[in-house]
């Protein structure tokens, strides 16, 4: 079944990448991706946040730019983890006719999290891409859990969260197909797997 689906890329900003876990082969993930949507006709969203440590036009703000978006891409700008809260993300998505989001960025537990879960209840189905989303390096013990635990433990949860309704995947970026104007396959028609 083709979806009408767009890639949203969120908050890989160079302040955020610099304290990001697996950094580097998170960027790499995103931009095969990036390039697999741009040949496909499939939109790319960029979401970026501003607050603390990242004010607009300073270079901490600035998106990385392995991962700068083109010219003609949508560009969202936010000031809170959930990327819907008081910007034009969902008119922006109707416009594009999207009924699908692949979601990747920073960081799993917050930004990402939250605006999959919104997503869902704006009654997008969603892919979360299991190595294409990450978080950041946990200084000292506290009481994080350690940042491929927490990964793998969000990729986890999606694939048996209950939204009524909606379609929801977690794929390794191999196996999402962007084919099509604005559709997006499975290569081998599995639904779950493992980053």
Not at 112 to 123: K, P, Y
Request: net charge negative; hydrophobic share 40%.
């Amino acid at each position: 079944m083709p979806y009408a689906s767009a890639l949203l890329v969120i908050d890989m900003q160079n302040t955020l990448v610099a304290i990001a876990y697996r950094a580097a082969e998170t960027v790499t993930v995103i931009g095969g991706l990036r390039e697999r949507a741009r040949a496909a006709g499939v939109p790319i969203v960029t979401i970026q946040h501003r607050g603390n440590a990242m004010e607009a036009g300073t270079e901490g703000w600035q998106i990385v730019p392995e991962l700068a978006p083109a010219a003609d891409e949508e560009v969202v700008h936010k000031t809170s983890a959930d990327s819907f809260l008081d910007t034009d993300l969902d008119k922006t998505l109707t416009a594009l006719g999207v009924t699908e989001v692949v979601v990747t960025g920073f960081a799993t537990e917050i930004c990402v999290d939250t605006t999959a879960r919104q997503a869902l209840s704006h009654r997008y189905d969603v892919v979360l891409v299991a190595d294409g989303h990450t978080t950041s390096v946990r200084p000292g013990s506290g009481d994080y859990v350690r940042p491929g635990r927490s990964i793998a433990h969000h990729n986890e949860i999606y694939r048996h969260i209950d939204f009524p309704g909606r379609n929801i995947r977690v794929l390794p970026a191999s196996e999402v197909e962007f084919a099509g104007p604005s559709a997006l396959r499975v290569r081998d028609g599995s639904v779950d797997a493992s980053p």
